[in-house]
Structures are given as structure tokens and as C-alpha cells.
């Protein structure tokens, strides 16, 4: 039976919440439990430096988030569990695939737009406070998911732009060194969840 790989992370930003486990934990452990599915899941603690910078804090957070993922169910003797820091090759595709991608792709994410029109909202430079780790984490992201020739990304809804930029980086790189260099990945959103706000009304985070 051919196999599909599935791959779920999560950034440790503070404590988990609801969010977490809704748009990621859940359809991440119900897609380990598929006889045809092998699964991936990982700390994304160096996609965390864009906004923490404190040693002791993300370490804390890095543990909260391993945590949650063991106390909702994963299994570490049935999946790949790791955190993102100690595989030193995703770094190195994410060059690679740097260098594949237009600047285009960045202009147009999520998290770089988001910041920028808040900026623009307080009469600041659009480009106030933003560190080049923002700007480029779509491809860090792309690198996750396509080293581990993942074929199905579950996400939330504000995450599946960051697959769809994996998937066309990919192609681009396919189109230059064969069509089977990457695998194409594919997101996989619950309807019944799809963006889960905060108590404020934003995403919540």
C-alpha cells in the first residue's frame, strides 16, 4: 500500500492554545492513526526567532509545545517527532529554494502584508520593523515541509498560502532539475475549524 507522508508543526510562541490544537494537533494526530499515512511532526523553534529573542523563553516555550504535542496523543514510537533546530539540512534547502524564489512571493505573504498595513494604518514606513526572518519565512516553511517529501500539510486557513508557496517554489525547481526532484505538496484544511479568533477578534496567537 503506497504511503503518504503528512507533516504538522508548530511554532512555539507562549503557552498553546486552542488554536493550536484545532487547526494543527487534531488533524495531525487523526492523520497518524491512517494505516497508509506516515507522519512528521515538529517544534518549529527557529521560525519563532522572527519575534523572540530571548534564549530562556523560547527553550520554555519549545518544551510547552513538545508537551502539549505528547499529552494530546502523539507517539513518538509510531511518528518522526523532532525539533526544527536539530536538522541542520532544512537550513541548508532553505538557500537552495531562496534562490529559486522571486521576490514576488514574499511581497504577497501573509505575515509580511499584515505587518506592513499595520505600519501604513500608524503613518510608520511600511517596512518598520520587519527583519529579513519575516519577510523570508515562507521559504524556511517551504523548506520544512518539502525535505521531508511531505504530500499532505494540515494547516488553518491563514497556512495554506505557506503550502501553495512550497508547492510553487518546488515546481520551479522541478522545472530546472527534473519533474520528480520535489515532491508537491497539498494542504489539508477542516472545514469545521477554519480560522479560530481570539477573544479580541484576531487570529488567535
Same mark, same amino acid.
Given at each position: ?10 511554532? +512555539?510562541? @507562549? ?8 487547526? =494543527? $494537533? ?5 492523520? %497518524?492513526?491512517? /494505516? ?65 524564489? +522571486?521576490? @514576488? ?8 502584508? =499584515? $505587518? ?5 494604518? %500608524?503613518?510608520? /514606513? ?80
Amino acid at each position: 500500500m503506497a504511503t503518504q507522508i503528512a507533516l504538522t508543526g508548530i511554532k +512555539p510562541t @507562549g503557552t498553546p492554545h486552542v488554536g493550536n490544537y484545532l487547526g =494543527a $494537533v487534531l488533524p495531525g494526530i487523526e492523520l %497518524a492513526k491512517r /494505516p497508509d499515512c506516515t507522519a512528521y511532526y515538529f517544534v518549529a523553534d527557529y521560525h519563532a526567532l522572527t519575534g523572540a529573542h530571548s534564549r530562556e523563553q523560547l527553550l520554555h516555550d519549545t518544551a510547552e509545545v513538545a508537551a502539549m504535542w505528547l499529552a494530546f496523543g502523539l507517539d513518538p514510537e509510531e511518528s518522526v517527532f523532532y525539533r526544527q533546530s536539530d536538522v541542520p539540512e532544512i537550513f541548508e534547502l532553505s538557500w537552495i529554494l531562496a534562490c529559486f524564489t +522571486p521576490k @514576488g512571493f514574499m511581497n504577497k505573504a501573509h505575515a509580511y502584508k =499584515a $505587518v506592513a498595513d499595520v505600519n501604513r494604518e %500608524a503613518g510608520e /514606513p511600511e517596512d518598520a520593523g520587519v527583519s529579513m526572518g519575516l519577510y523570508t519565512y515562507p521559504v524556511l516553511m517551504a523548506a520544512d515541509i518539502l525535505i521531508v517529501d511531505a504530500d499532505v500539510v494540515p494547516v488553518g486557513k491563514d497556512q495554506v498560502q505557506h503550502v501553495e508557496i512550497a508547492r510553487d517554489i518546488a515546481q520551479r525547481i522541478n522545472h530546472s532539475y527534473g519533474e520528480h526532484t520535489l515532491r508537491l505538496p497539498s494542504a489539508s484544511l477542516r472545514a469545521q475549524t477554519q480560522l479560530v479568533p481570539g477573544l479580541d477578534g484576531r487570529k488567535m496567537s
